[in-house]
């Protein structure tokens, strides 16, 4: 990544976006951990219950005020960095992201404030309905955010209007409905539930280890690894489906996740292991598993799955239709809205499809009607991402996931045969392992983010706008100093939200003797003619 007016803005929102990143699945999976206790709490009437939604939900009001603080810069970017972005697509982009802020947000917020200021106001049953609203909420926010990210990825249901110079709503079903979105939104909020499970997983052990609140600690334990594995195994079979997803729309993403260079007859082979040569356009070593690529991307044994090379040499037919439709969109707007040549006018409608491909050649000619062989071979693998941190990533990812699997359905049987106590008596380690497992979901998420973002660079928009041509006309010197404001800024949140946590899960749940009130559960449960 080169440092100028593109790098660097490419650089600020990663940055922003992978820190604002690590709250969101942790307030995604806590709130319905929170709902999840509570409706046992209501049920039994059993006080430690109660106890035990007071005290990690003070964890997740920390990781929910740090979490929007975070997010709040991330908006302001589009108008500041990506203004040409904004204006181009805002009136597609703009619409899902309005309603995540006026239905999803609001209804998060206002029953945030019933969550933690209700407990003496509102009836068990009243605040059960609060604590269920914020999950709700929590998880509609994600699903109108990952919409908006799901259209970048795969733009449906819009139209480009050569004489607006905007991309323009169509069929708003088919942008909330859009395929890729939708695989997007259960695959992460699945990994949301994860990461808070094995949070609640790892405190929950430290606890152990120390000898402290061990009842409120087993039951967590018991609760957030069942959670775990449900979602932990959707997570695996959700992410099959983005694969499946990516392969029709996002091919070169794909291909560059498994540092396929070559189209293999079907089915393709999945690389175990690999090193990417980008020099020499190859793999210098791979361990290869036969079939199983080409069962995971096309769900058959007899499609094809399309490899690097054979991908660029279609981008370069496709960039040669751009720059046609590039040329006669000058024509257009030349015109100023007079007539033009209908010879221009069909020779924009033929190719507009690829326009995005056509700006691809900016960076290497003048020219891009006329441009050379050379260059537009040059301009066909600027559609490559780097391959070896896309391939790694997503192995990590990978690997943290089927471990999560592992272990949270090694705790489940565990609990589930009352054998909890065994781990504080002889089995130590695996406590142990759960409290330094606590990073791996944070990890897996952000390896997920970059797999997902970076993997389809060069395109803000998939085959629409490339990332070079969407970004304000700022200076290097302005994005430096916004840079390191965000950095001094971000890491004084980060050493407050540590600290906060830390002194939260140090001062531990309210000490309280059990105190069984069958009151609540008779209250909310019991029907009237009984009573």
Avoid at 81 to 93: E, I, K, L, P, R
Avoid at 127 to 135: E, F, N, P, R, Y
Avoid at 391 to 407: L, P
Avoid at 485 to 513: N, Q, W
Wanted: proline fraction near 4%; include cysteine.
């Amino acid at each position: 990544m080169e440092l100028d007016v593109v790098g660097l803005s490419r650089l600020q929102f990663a940055m922003t976006a992978l820190y604002h990143f690590l709250f969101v699945p942790l307030t995604i999976g806590l709130s319905v951990l929170l709902a999840t206790m509570e409706t046992v709490y209501v049920m039994t009437g059993r006080e430690i219950w109660k106890r035990m939604v007071k005290f990690w939900g003070t964890l997740f009001g920390i990781n929910f005020v740090l979490g929007v603080a975070t997010g709040l810069t991330m908006e302001f970017q589009f108008g500041m960095n990506w203004a040409y972005f904004s204006q181009y697509v805002g009136d597609v982009f703009g619409a899902p992201l309005a309603i995540e802020g006026l239905m999803a947000f609001f209804m998060e917020a206002t029953f945030v404030g019933l969550f933690f200021f209700g407990w003496d106001r509102l009836s068990a049953r009243q605040h059960l309905m609060a604590t269920w609203a914020v999950a709700i909420g929590t998880n509609f926010s994600a699903l109108w955010i990952l919409i908006a990210n799901g259209w970048m990825q795969h733009p449906v249901g819009a139209e480009f209007n050569p004489d607006t110079m905007r991309m323009e709503i169509v069929s708003f079903f088919e942008v909330m409905f859009n395929p890729v979105a939708q695989a997007k939104f259960v695959h992460t909020v699945s990994a949301g539930y994860v990461t808070a499970a094995m949070f609640v997983i790892g405190v929950s052990a430290w606890y152990m280890l120390k000898g402290r609140h061990i009842d409120i600690a087993k039951r967590s334990i018991t609760v957030a690894s069942a959670f775990g594995i449900a979602s932990a195994l959707s997570v695996v079979v959700l992410g099959d489906e983005s694969g499946y997803e990516a392969n029709l729309n996002q091919q070169m993403k794909l291909a560059t996740m498994e540092s396929m260079w070559e189209t293999e007859p079907a089915p393709a082979s999945f690389n175990l292991f690999a090193v990417p040569d980008m020099a020499n356009r190859d793999n210098a070593f791979a361990i290869e598993v036969p079939y199983v690529m080409g069962l995971i991307a096309t769900r058959s044994l007899t499609k094809e799955v399309p490899g690097i090379i054979e991908l660029v040499e279609r981008s370069k037919e496709h960039i040669r239709q751009g720059a046609i439709a590039l040329d006669a969109l000058k024509t257009i707007r030349a015109a100023k809205g007079e007539e033009v040549d209908p010879e221009v006018r069909l020779a924009f409608e033929a190719n507009k499809k690829h326009m995005g491909y056509g700006y691809l050649l900016v960076p290497f000619s003048d020219d891009p009607l006329n441009a050379t062989e050379e260059e537009i071979d040059a301009a066909a693998w600027s559609t490559v991402p780097n391959v070896w941190p896309m391939f790694w990533a997503f192995r990590i990812m990978v690997a943290c996931g089927f471990f999560f699997i592992a272990f949270t359905a090694a705790l489940t049987v565990m609990s589930s045969a009352g054998k909890l106590d065994i781990l504080r008596q002889k089995h130590r380690w695996i406590l142990q392992i759960a409290v330094l497992s606590i990073p791996l979901p944070f990890l897996a998420c952000e390896m997920g983010w970059f797999v997902a973002e970076y993997g389809r660079q060069p395109w803000i928009i998939e085959g629409v706008l490339p990332t070079a041509q969407a970004a304000s006309n700022l200076s290097v010197a302005e994005l430096l100093v916004t840079i390191s404001g965000f950095v001094i800024l971000y890491t004084v949140l980060l050493v407050v939200e540590i600290s906060l946590m830390i002194k939260a899960i140090g001062k531990g749940p309210e000490e309280h003797e059990e105190d069984p009130d069958p009151q609540v559960a008779r209250s909310n449960f019991t029907p009237v003619a009984a009573e």
